[in-house]
């Protein structure tokens, strides 16, 4: 068979698939955190456009992409499918590994397919300006690229160990109109207090948050845009699961597992969600979510209601979560740094569809060298746990002929610095204590 496949532009899919009707045991609706009752749209409009909530409260199973969106998307995508036969013989494996590469985009990972469309909505309702948070700068970069496309301002707060670790990640979002700042800063309320209470700190996803949605919610000309957990997220990125299903019947293949590292859970859902269907009616497919040992919201967390931000201004999700308190260490897969999963991922967890895999640092960069020496693409380090996820399970028996699909979510060029302190023997696996998660999670909501 041919290496890679890859489909025409008349083949990309011109509807997203909505996952949630399909669902076994459905999703719990977000709560308003003073009244303990479901969010009103009214409320949620202060900070996201009313085309975004739609989407996010939706239970149409197909909803169509928007041409001009589709313009953009067309830039890149379809996204290649490739079988990774190189890796395949290093492992010496009988199993066939399929990746998804959506390292391919203008900013080199999975982030544009939300952010262009989240752009898009924005711009059809008159706002200005958005505000956004990043952790590996990933989806910073593509928001900045997709607000550049719409002729709107972008301001990003990005994790603040990731911002001095991955200095080109600002660059990128500057080169295409975003203003970037450290998470805690100096230019909200919430992060005043953090840097007063902990000067130190390597910041986390949940303070960059909180940072953006107080930016968002004091201007008229601003909303806010989240790059994964929620549900129009995972709306947006069904477009790879979506390809990649066209692609792998051209390939003559159906996966027997389909893997995706998780943080937040959208670049995992997205190549996973479209096979929900398949499952459903009989087909033996497992899904595998990679996460790091030192930020285990799946393995470790807990299913309950909980905030998205440390300064407790979402509404209260239903999700896996390690509570909002959590701030992990600054390990280098910074997108993978969040105390919380989404819930449309947390619903297969508890419906026992999704298998969590917890994973440590070196093994992860271990196999993304593999994978640069057999492939010939470095991987970003939050792909690198998808990457060995893909080979533990190759080489469970390896005279197993089972077929892998697994999500590259992302190449590694802009975070080489990672790569010099794996090889300077800098970086150490660390599971984070129990006892902090425990702490953590005590601070959770009473409902």
Known sequence: MTKKIVLRDDEMPTQWYNVVPDLPGGLQPPLDPETKQPITPEKLGRVFPMSILEQEMSTDRMIDIPEEVLDILKIWRPSPLVRATNLEKALGTKAKIFFKNEGVSPVGSHKPNSAVAQAYYNKIEGVKRITTETGAG????????????????????????????????????????????????????????????????????????????????????????????????????????????????????????????????????????PYVPDYLEGKKIRFVGTEPASCPSITSGVLAYDFGDVAQS??????YTLGHDFIPPGIHAGGLRYHGMAPIVSAMVREKMVEPMKL??????????????????????????AIRGAIVEATRDLNEPKTILFNFSGHGLIDMGSYDRFYNGELHNYDYPEEEILKSMANLPKI
């Not at 994964?228 to 051209?250: D, F, R, T, W, Y």
């Not at 060298?369 to 690198?384: N, R």
């Open 138 to 273: 990933q989806w910073g970069s593509a928001l900045s690229f997709a607000t550049s496309k719409f002729g709107i301002e972008c301001k990003v707060y990005m994790v603040r160990v990731s911002f001095d670790q991955k200095p080109y990640r600002k660059s990128i979002m500057q080169t295409f109109g975003g203003t970037v700042v450290a998470s805690p800063s100096n230019e909200t309320n919430i992060g005043r207090s953090i840097l007063e209470k902990m000067p130190d700190t390597p910041g986390s996803l949940g303070i960059a948050i909180s940072e953006a949605l107080e930016d968002a919610a004091t201007r008229e000309d601003t909303k806010y845009a989240l790059g994964s957990v929620l549900n129009h997220v995972v709306l947006h990125q069904s477009i790879i699961g979506l390809e990649a299903k066209k692609q792998m019947e051209i390939a003559g293949e159906t996966p027997d597992v389909i893997i995706g590292c998780c943080g937040g859970g959208s670049n995992f859902a997205g190549l996973a969600v």
């Open 314 to 319: 979402t509404p209260l999700m239903y999700m």
């Open 360 to 385: 440590h640092q070196l093994e992860c960069f271990e196999a993304g060298v593999l994978f640069a020496k057999t492939e010939g693409i470095i991987p970003a380090p939050e792909t690198c746990h």
